[in-house]
């Protein structure tokens, strides 16, 4: 026989009890023996709860919302059951609100309601519920029986939380099946003493008549029924990517609702377990999907791990002091004083050092507990053996559990990895030996980034997420917006990798959004919803959000962002960048940030600061961190003015090739950087100091390219008029060389530790002498390529290229990620 439990929602309203007559009359068509198990209409329980406190307190009000649970059963017997045959019905229920009305005038009239007043109270929702349900059938033609589990579920006078009296219980079920062929529609939740006394049987109680049912006549399954689609790997309000466990053990089952998965209550199913019935968790509310299986044994899982849960709020309590080495019994006295006090412990952890044991309890006994323990302690405190007690609150503990663990090695390395490349600080740790549960302490702030990184990491072969924040969205900016609309699918079939733009900013407005912004409508969204743009305020809310793997996208050119940068590094954002002003400031400030970056366990990238997409920074890295040692860089570093010198000639105008180059997207946002010399200057500055030479801007020699009226322009418009005015001057420079049978270079230097800027002329033999279009070369001389350089060549200005070097830094960082 099966036995079946709907819950409160699955029997809250006429169309949900629709569907449970629909599961029960198929699993009666399929020719199945069953027997059912009701909860209270969903909300009743609490309802009589509050109707018997405010009768209790004088209130008479009661009465009125008494008649709404009243006729709330009315309306579903109205709605199921066909006219001719209501009339029983009604009078049946009418007679149990009767029967509860002269208890509730009683109560009102004596003031008071005890905990066993307070049971026979609530065991009116489940006698309600059920006798409307067992009428429905009958009035369908099915040979349904109500049965008061009063009458055979027996418990000791424990009003709240009857202690069940198995011997006698089990015989008086098997008793009681054995009599009779009816389908048994049975209350949940309530029991009786002997002498007749109404009990409840606690948190969970009618999962618990259900198992205990099922125990005593050796049902084939128990069903769960409730409102969601079985257990879930997460918490599905915290996690979006949660999804169903489709089997699981009972061990794992009850780790995960000890940490607060309230699916079910696993304690409330022990009779079951016991006797290795298996369980099944469904939803009335989906009655297709096949929910979770749970049984003895565990199956071979598609992951390492089988849930996540989570406690939102604990306190850690550490005490700590030498005096505790070696000494026994301590660890005794402290649980004992905690238990005697009924506080309870969640966590326990203490290192093999024995200087201090650590644990965590519910932080509303967090006082009581230090009172207890200095009290316990006081003569250890007074002498200094132990320092004292400190309790530290706003606390979170995530558990993993997964019989899985004991057959996998790394797990316990996945999840602090996860953890520290997401900056979250683990306060404390647990694991017991059954390895079955891996539990660590973290601030509060941290639970729901810290839950979704886990569970990305965790469950694979879901898509990840990495957060992005780019502000500005100019040439560069927009660019990478359209290459990653372009990417998005390719990402998340072959990566598995889902780009959430988390947030943009334009000078005007910004807009962020955890659930993401489409790149399809970025533009519409910002400009409709996008409020007035504020640097501090954006990046207050991207920390404030703490969404995992988040990363901040600089795509502008202005000076005062960069000052955020060390800040969202602290806290645990990686940033990527093409903007140059952060590696070209103080020493110093470049190397703070390479530190944070390090400390944080996140990444600074930063590949477009020089020759846009081409591989620069990453090779100097890669021998840098091989050991290679740089004698000499010799470089063309701008694509303005590679371009630029390409372009020109007799017969054009040098203002015009500027203004093309501009238009093409090689300038910066002011080419009169690009053509005094400053952007390369930088370039060359920030490859020194990749290399390990610690240069300030001040130690660049550029060598003037433009003449002194060209550089005194105050605005662009104006610098484009003297560049007219200048025409001569270029087109000089260029006939010159050209009558060499040389071409025009701007070329940075780095020799010695020195690093010079200047325009040279280079005759055919000279590697730079082929450059054509927007190319950028580097050639770079190492001890290990002495004879001959490590040459580096191609487009190194450009929205595409930089921004594909964008694109490319942020793949690294969710390739980091894993
Ligand atoms: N264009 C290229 O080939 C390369 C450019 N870069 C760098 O890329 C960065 C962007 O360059 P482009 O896109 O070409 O310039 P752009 O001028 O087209 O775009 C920059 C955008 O940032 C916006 N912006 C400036 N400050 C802002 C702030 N505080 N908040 C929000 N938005 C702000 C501007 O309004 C502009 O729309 C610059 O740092 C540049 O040096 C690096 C390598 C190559
Ligand atoms: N303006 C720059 C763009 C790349 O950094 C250049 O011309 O090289
Ligand atoms: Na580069």
Partial sequence: MKVLKFGGTSVGT?????????????????GEKIAVVFSAMGGVTNRLIEIGKMAAAGNTEYIEFLKVVEERHFAVVRGMINVKNQSSTFAAVRGLFNELGDILRGVSWIRELSERTLDLIMSFGERLSTLVISEILKSRGVDAEFCDARTIIHTNATYGMGDVDFEVTNRQILEYFAKTTSLQCVTGFIASTTDSVTTTLGRGGSDYTASIIGAAIDATVIEIWTDVDGMMTADPRKVANAFTIPSI?????????????????????QPAFAKNIPLKVLNTFNTDFIGTFVQKGAEKKDYAITGISSIDEIALVNIQGSGMIGVAGISG???????????????????????SICFSIDPKNAQRAREVLEKEFSHEIALGYIDGISIEKNLSIIAIVGEGMKKSTGVSGKLFSVLGKNGINVVATAQGSSELNISVVISKGDLSKALNSIHGV?????????????????????????????????????????????GLSNTKKMLLDPDGISTEQWRDRISDEGVKTSLPAFVQRMIELNLPNSVFVDCT?????????????EASISVVTPNKVANSGLYAEYTALKRTALKRGVKFLYETNVGAGLPIINTIQGLMSSGDK???????????????????????????????????????PDPREDLSGADVARKILILAREVGVPLEATDVHVAQLLPDNCLAAPTVENFFEELIVSDDYFAKLQADAEAQGEKLRYIATLEN??????????????????????????????????????????PGAGAEVTASGVFADIMSISSYLG
């Avoid at 699916?263 to 199913?269: F, G, R, T």
């Avoid at 190319?775 to 001389?781: G, L, M, R």
Wanted: glycine share 6%.
């Fill in 333 to 355: 006295r402290l649980f004992t004083a905690l238990s005697v006090n009924d506080i309870s412990v969640i966590l326990i952890s203490q290192a093999s050092s024995e200087h």
């Fill in 249 to 269: 053990s009972y061990a794992e089952a009850m780790e995960l609702s000890h940490f607060g998965a309230k699916v079910i209550y696993p304690p409330s199913l």
């Fill in 14 to 30: 006429v169309d949900s009890i629709k569907t449970v007559i629909d599961i029960l009359e198929n699993n009666i068509a399929n």
């Fill in 458 to 502: 965790f469950f694979q072969s879901e898509t990840r997420s990495l957060n992005l924040f780019i502000v500005g969205v100019g040439l560069i900016g927009a660019t990478l917006l359209e290459q990653i609309k372009n990417q998005t699918q390719y990402l998340r079939d072959e990566k598995l990798l889902n780009l959430n733009i988390a």
């Fill in 753 to 794: 530790g020195k690093a010079v800027v200047e325009l040279r002329t280079v005759d055919a033999s000279h590697p730079f002498y082929t450059l054509s279009g927007s190319d950028n070369i580097v050639s770079f001389t190492t001890e290990r390529y002495k004879d001959r350089p490590l040459v580096i060549k191609g």
């Fill in 630 to 668: 740089f004698l000499k860089i010799e470089a063309i570093l701008s694509g303005t003015l590679s371009y630029i010198f390409n372009s020109f000639g007799p017969g054009i105008r040098f203002a015009d090739v500027v203004k093309e180059a501009k238009a093409k997207g090689f300038t910066e």
């Fill in 557 to 569: 050119s202005d000076k005062d962002i960069v000052q955020y940068y060390n800040m969202l590094l």
